[in-house]
């Protein structure tokens, strides 16, 4: 397992989960299964994992603020 924090300018705090298989041998299964518990014992939840870039977001928030001012 590897955990990544990030802090982006606008956006704000992330940590990123990455589950690693370097050899296939784990499985896809197990691997969900850690990256599971590592939710569970930070308090993450559904609601807050997100499927984007930072740059996506980045965008989605420039539209957003663009939109709000019009």
Known sequence: MK???DTVKDLGTFIE???IDED???GEDE???QCEFYLELFGIY???LISVS???LILEKKKQSV???V
């Open 24 to 26: 296939g041998t784990i």
């Open 67 to 69: 939109a709000n001012n």
């Open 17 to 19: 989960i990455e589950a």
């Open 3 to 5: 955990f990544h924090i």
């Open 54 to 56: 930072y740059s996506d």
């Open 31 to 33: 691997l969900l299964n």
């Open 46 to 48: 559904q609601n807050n």
